[in-house]
C-alpha cells in the first residue's frame, strides 16, 4: 500500500490485534475469583485502548490530509 491508503481488511486486522491484546492477557486468570476479576478487567482496558489508540491514529492521518491538500 501506498501512503495512508488502507482496505478494510487492514482495519479488520485492528480489531483482531486488540482481541489479541485481550486474549494473551486473560491467558494469566488463574487463581481466586478476585485475581480473575482482575486480570478481566485488565484484558478489556487493554482492548479498548488499543482500539481507542487506532481511532486517534485514523483521526490523524485524515485532519493531516485536511491540511496538507
Same mark, same amino acid.
Given at each position: 500500500m501506498e *501512503? *495512508? @491508503?488502507r482496505t =478494510?481488511? =487492514? =482495519?479488520i486486522n485492528v !480489531? @483482531?490485534?486488540a482481541? =489479541? #491484546?485481550g486474549k494473551s492477557i486473560l491467558m494469566h486468570a488463574k487463581g481466586d475469583s478476585s485475581?480473575?476479576?482482575a #486480570? %478481566?478487567?485488565a484484558a478489556g482496558i487493554a482492548a479498548v485502548a488499543a482500539g481507542v489508540g487506532y %481511532? !486517534? $491514529?485514523k483521526g490523524g492521518q485524515k485532519l $493531516? *490530509? $485536511?491540511l496538507v491538500d
Open positions: *501512503g *495512508g @491508503d =478494510e481488511t =487492514e =482495519e !480489531i @483482531d490485534f482481541m =489479541e #491484546v485475581r480473575i476479576v #486480570v %478481566g478487567v %481511532g !486517534i $491514529y $493531516y *490530509g $485536511y
